[in-house]
């Protein structure tokens, strides 16, 4: 399904996802704008706007009950998140004191059949990655574990590009101010906690994601695999290029 959004004089887009967050199709795009604490939310049934109390820096969808419906999570630059049920407009709220929050994804980064929340942020001189496991009531698992990283990391996503049964963490690694050193992903893999891989993306990169490539076999689109994608910054449009994602 594709389609135009006309969003002039509503002001800077500062972040945009899309989910299945009401059951219909075509699914749904939560859009964060700059200064503001409402997600625009452009789904079936029209744009409307979701208050989460805070001025939002970021948003993921992803499912983090296993009820066959993507939350929206928005995370703020001074580490407050939100997990929200669009149907129900409901949001609960937790914090990360004292950091400077850089993103966010959802993705059952450990096999549980549960998404987790995995934020990416700084503190101090230190770049970390932190899951959040809200299923943890029902898993026994930690409600929530962070790694320190030891690269400079602006930028994260998860999915399954290895068919594994659990999702990976695809993150921008900032190597040069501006492109004067080539940008990297690395990827990590939350099950056995370290780096399986890293790809440099030959510029500076902007956004890093993990998306489905579809191939067209006998006139109908089949899905072939999740792959890393990166967007660069001089592109006139939204430029997806494939990274090679063999360990």
């Known amino acids: 399904y594709f389609g135009l959004l006309d969003l002039i004089g509503e002001g800077t887009i500062r972040d945009i996802a899309g989910g299945n967050l009401n059951g219909q199709r075509p699914q ?53 998140l939100a997990v929200c049920d669009v149907e129900k407009k409901t949001c609960s709220t937790a914090s990360i004191s004292g950091i400077s929050g850089r993103d966010v994804t959802v993705g059952d980064v450990d096999g549980d059949g549960y998404g987790e929340v995995v934020v990416l942020y700084n503190v101090g001189d230190e770049e970390r990655v932190l899951v959040w496991n809200l299923d943890a009531d029902i898993t026994g698992q930690e409600s929530s574990i962070a790694w320190t990283l030891d690269f400079d990391a602006k930028e994260v996503d998860a999915g399954d590009p290895y068919g594994r049964g659990y999702d990976v963490v695809v993150i921008k690694h900032e190597r040069g101010w501006n492109g004067l050193k080539d940008d990297r992903v690395q990827i990590f893999d939350i099950v056995q906690e370290q780096i399986i891989a890293s790809h440099d993306i030959h510029g500076a990169a902007i956004d890093v994601a993990l998306g489905r490539w579809l191939l067209k076999r006998s006139g109908r689109w089949s899905g072939a695999g999740y792959h890393p994608l990166h967007r660069f910054p001089e592109a006139a449009f939204v430029f997806l290029a494939v990274v090679p994602c063999v360990v």
């Open 28 to 80: 749904g795009v939560a859009i964060a704008m700059e200064g503001s604490h409402a997600v625009l939310l452009d789904q079936s049934d029209g744009l409307s706007a979701l208050d989460v109390g805070f001025v939002v820096s970021d948003v993921a969808t992803g499912d983090v009950d296993a009820d066959s419906l993507d939350e929206l999570v928005a995370l703020s630059t001074g580490g407050e």
